[in-house]
Nanobody
Framework: QVQLVESGGGLVQAGGSMRLSCAAP????????MAWFRQAPGKEREIVAA????????YYVDSVKGRFTASRDNAKNTVYLQTNSLKPEDTAVYYC?????????????????????WGQGTQVTVSS
């Protein structure tokens, strides 16, 4: 089992920036594809960014392209989401997710059902 812990959320004004972190204390962190999802009040959980095992392959949902940057530091067992030019529409609980890749896959995964482990979430609130 993998326990994921998100941090870095909070309240920020529109146009501001925030860096989210996800710590994954596993001995096999490089055997997991990772992702950031978010869920706004009254809405379904949606993909924000996805990373393959190395962070060399990435996916971003259209609404955050050019503003958000996902990365991972496998030596530190940590995934990051740098969020810039934040908008009120970005307000949501942000979740870190992990998927085991026992088949040596080099791809990222974009779908909710493809992930095995989830963090508790960190609230990001963007005021207008």
């Amino acid at each position: 089992q993998v326990q994921l812990v998100e941090s870095g959320g909070g309240l920020v004004q529109a146009g501001g920036s925030m860096r989210l972190s996800c710590a994954a204390p596993t001995r096999t962190f490089n055997n997991y594809a990772m992702a950031w999802f978010r869920q706004a009040p009254g809405k379904e959980r949606e993909i924000v960014a996805a990373l393959n095992w190395s962070g060399g392959r990435l996916y971003y949902v259209d609404s955050v392209k050019g503003r958000f940057t996902a990365s991972r530091d496998n030596a530190k067992n940590t995934v990051y989401l740098q969020t810039n030019s934040l908008k009120p529409e970005d307000t949501a609980v942000y979740y870190c997710a992990a998927r085991a890749i026992l088949d040596y896959s080099d791809r990222y995964y974009e779908n909710f059902d493809e992930y095995n482990y989830w963090g508790q979430g960190t609230q990001v609130t963007v005021s207008s």
